[in-house]
């Protein structure tokens, strides 16, 4: 079983409306976690990270964290094909190191 | 300079070659690592460096061989590779919890 899994999409959206992804992972110590955005050629880079269960929001993303299930999303708002790129979730166990362990991405496509 | 800066961005050797990538940060963060981006795989974890001191080797093959001199520099040593091993290389450093800033990366053709 993955650490930390996606859909890999690709997740096509109109221009305007809301991009929902999804991510779950494994380890339930995993205390904090974080969405990136990598366009296609170019390293990943961070848009944001939570580390407490319910919503967290910044600009027009959202991110929601469930522990009990294990669960994380980004919501996209008013998506733009400025937001076609793959996003990568990514889990931190804390404590012991910095390390990250990151899912396979879901690519996602904005239609205008 | 800012941020995490990767040298070169693409890199072209023989398998026979032996090549270094660099890496070095400008934040103040006190870890380091190298992970390998193969196409269609999620990122994976090389090495770890915290104050220099290597932490984790994620099991990876001796022809690469890191090297952390200092807190803000760090390189992969490359020798005898596979043409398998081709791939983009990306470092990154952090300071706490609050994730990675990556570098641009290497864009690595092993032929």
């Known amino acids: 079983q993955k650490e930390v899994e996606q859909n890999s999409g690709p997740l096509s959206v109109p221009e305007g409306a809301i991009a929902s992804l999804n991510c779950t992972y494994s380890?339930?110590?995993?205390?904090?976690f974080f969405w990136y955005r990598q366009y296609s050629g170019k390293s990943p880079e961070l848009i944001m990270f939570?580390?407490?269960?319910g919503d967290k929001e910044d600009g027009r993303f959202t991110a929601q964290l469930n522990k009990a299930s294990q669960y994380v999303s980004l919501l996209i708002r008013d998506s733009q094909p400025s937001d076609s790129a793959t996003y990568l979730c990514a889990s931190e166990r804390g404590a012991a190191g910095n390390k990250l362990t990151f899912g396979g991405g879901t690519r996602v496509l904005v239609k205008p | 300079e800012t941020g995490v800066t990767q040298t070169p961005r693409h890199l072209v050797m023989g398998m026979t070659n032996k090549k270094s990538l660099k890496c070095e940060q400008h934040l103040g963060h006190n870890a380091m690592y190298w992970y390998k981006q193969s196409a269609k795989k999620p990122l994976e974890l090389m090495f770890v460096?915290?104050?220099?001191?290597?932490?984790e080797n994620n099991s990876v093959p001796s022809r690469f061989s890191p090297e952390c001199p200092n807190s803000s520099h760090l390189f992969l040593h490359l020798h005898t590779l596979q043409p398998e091993d081709s791939a983009l290389y990306l470092c990154?450093?952090?300071?706490?919890?609050?994730?990675?800033?990556f570098g641009s990366g290497t864009r690595l053709t092993v032929v």
């Open positions: 990154a450093s952090s300071q706490g919890q609050g994730g990675y800033t």
């Open positions: 939570i580390y407490s269960n």
């Open positions: 460096y915290n104050f220099k001191e290597q932490t």
């Open positions: 380890d339930r110590g995993s205390q904090s």
